[in-house]
């Protein structure tokens, strides 16, 4: 179904539910009215039983170019500049708590708050010619909240690299440093991101949501914490019942049948 004319979203096709960028005119800017839409999209998703997965593409010519600069250079004042950027942060954070895997599918250009969206989505294939980039700094505007997705992917050095110079990077490279899983031929990109999804929609949903949360919320802790924290999480699932289905079904030699609780 269509939400709006810049944002289709496609429900559960076997479990894998598809949130579209559809303002191919702005090369998909995330303007104020899209951040919200999005926002919308992946909160319908994360309540709908039925969907296991969630691809986000871009359709056009590439991915998303980032933050409307037309819509920004309309904004007066410094709160209407910290909405639009808050806005910006809370739909990455509403990706990162959505219990549903997200996988990025990326074509052409994901820059600036688009690389963003690719860095915060748990999952990213692209196009062998996609190219990523945070350029803000080449026109006086420093990509700081990219940054924070970005360099939760990529190691400092070359997180900075990408900061400092706004150069753009090709997809082998972008994968080489962990912005990306993997990439492909233009023709091949939809049927790899179809067998990545197929493969998580066979797991327990539980067992994923579980998992999830788990991995975000420990990744910002100190070690011994996140130890202590990740045993409790362990302890926990153990007392699911798809744990105990999961096991069974590992010792019996035969699948598991999932009841997601």
């Known amino acids: 179904?269509?939400?709006?004319?810049?944002?289709?979203?496609?429900?559960?096709?076997?479990?894998i539910s598809r949130i579209k960028l559809n303002d191919q005119s702005s090369y998909n800017a995330l303007s104020l009215n899209t951040l919200q839409l999005l926002i919308k999209g992946f909160k319908r998703l994360g309540d709908d039983k039925k969907t296991k997965v969630i691809i986000i593409e871009g359709l056009g010519k590439g991915f998303c170019a980032?933050?409307?600069?037309?819509?920004?250079?309309?904004?007066?004042g410094k709160s209407n500049y910290s909405r639009l950027f808050n806005l910006c942060s809370q739909l990455m954070l509403t990706i990162i708590n959505n219990n549903k895997p997200v996988i990025a599918k990326v074509h052409g250009a994901a820059y600036a708050a688009g690389c963003q969206l690719v860095a915060t989505c748990d999952l990213a294939l692209s196009t062998n010619d996609s190219v990523f980039a945070t350029p803000g700094?080449?026109?006086?505007?420093?990509?700081?909240?990219?940054?924070?997705?970005?360099?939760?992917?990529?190691?400092?050095?070359?997180?900075?690299?990408?900061?400092?110079?706004?150069?753009?990077?090709?997809?082998?490279?972008?994968?080489?440093?962990?912005?990306?899983?993997?990439?492909?031929?233009?023709?091949?990109?939809?049927?790899?991101?179809?067998?990545?999804?197929?493969?998580?929609i066979l797991?327990?949903?539980?067992?994923?949501?579980?998992?999830?949360?788990?991995?975000?919320?420990?990744?910002?802790?100190?070690?011994?914490?996140?130890?202590?924290?990740?045993?409790?999480?362990?302890?926990?699932?153990?007392?699911?019942w798809d744990a105990k289905e999961g096991?069974?079904?590992?010792?019996?030699?035969?699948?598991?049948?999932?009841?997601?609780k």
């Open 1 to 15: 179904m269509t939400i709006s004319s810049s944002i289709i979203l496609k429900e559960s096709n076997n479990g």
């Open 247 to 260: 096991i069974a079904a590992f010792l019996a030699k035969r699948k598991p049948k999932w009841k997601n």
């Open 66 to 76: 980032g933050h409307d600069l037309k819509e920004i250079t309309s904004l007066k």
């Open 137 to 200: 700094v080449n026109i006086g505007l420093f990509c700081s909240t990219p940054m924070v997705a970005v360099s939760r992917n990529v190691n400092r050095k070359n997180t900075m690299k990408m900061l400092l110079t706004g150069d753009p990077i090709k997809a082998p490279y972008a994968k080489e440093i962990g912005l990306i899983n993997d990439h492909f031929k233009n023709e091949d990109l939809e049927d790899e991101v179809l067998k990545l999804a197929e493969k998580i």
């Open 203 to 240: 797991k327990s949903n539980k067992i994923i949501k579980i998992g999830k949360k788990a991995f975000y919320k420990q990744l910002e802790m100190p070690i011994e914490k996140a130890y202590k924290y990740a045993s409790q999480v362990m302890a926990e699932n153990m007392l699911a």
